[in-house]
């Protein structure tokens, strides 16, 4: 069976990470799975996004954030100013849940260790918190929307709303963009 602890998974490297997110079979959500969803962007990001589950598109294609929340989040990473090689793109479970519900505590459970040892490989100095699941499933709530917190030397976790969410309330774009000319100083070069 499949090591699941993320120390172990962590000695296996980015690339054993996927080969037993593929075989994975621990929770329900792979018996409806397309594609397994793991990673888009740079093996070494400066900024880590962490979004929920895969949707629709995600699962055909098996890229994160490939669809219409993508292209918000695409829009965001811009306005951040960040380049192709500064960041990566990962969910908070793999596999996609029945028409889009948010994953349960169990299924965030499961696959935590595949989340764990993904951030410790990937040791991004700032981590983005895509709305509340993403917030549940790292054991850090309640984070006030916006607001950095410092981890550790050089390390700094932010939550901002779900690309979706701005999606149907376009009106919080703004206080999003807010958010980030707040932060912007934890990945911009002065
Ligand atoms: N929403 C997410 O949270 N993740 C994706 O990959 C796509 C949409």
Avoid at 46 to 52: A, R, S
Avoid at 114 to 128: G, S, Y
Avoid at 163 to 171: C, D, G, I, K, V
């Amino acid at each position: 069976t499949p090591a699941m602890n993320s120390g172990e998974l962590v000695k296996l490297g980015l690339k054993g990470i996927t080969a037993r997110v593929l075989e994975c079979k621990k929770c329900p959500l792979h018996e409806n799975a397309t594609n397994k969803v793991i990673i888009r962007g740079s093996e070494r990001p400066k900024v880590l996004f962490i979004g929920e589950a895969p949707g629709k598109n995600e699962d055909e294609s098996g890229i994160p954030f490939c669809g219409r929340a993508g292209k918000v989040l695409d829009e965001l990473i811009d306005y951040m100013a960040l380049e192709e090689n500064e960041y990566a793109i990962i969910n908070t479970v793999k596999c996609r849940p029945p028409n889009n519900r948010k994953p349960t505590h169990s299924e965030l459970k499961t696959c935590r260790p595949f989340l764990l040892a993904q951030i410790e490989l990937l040791d991004p100095e700032v981590i983005i918190l895509l709305g509340n699941t993403a917030e549940q499933a790292f054991c850090v709530s309640p984070l006030k929307w916006g607001e950095a917190v410092n981890m550790q030397e050089g390390k700094y976790l932010v939550k901002l709303y779900h690309p979706a969410a701005l999606l149907y309330r376009r009106s919080l774009m703004e206080q999003q963009k807010e958010m980030i000319d707040l932060n912007k100083k934890l990945w911009q070069k002065i």
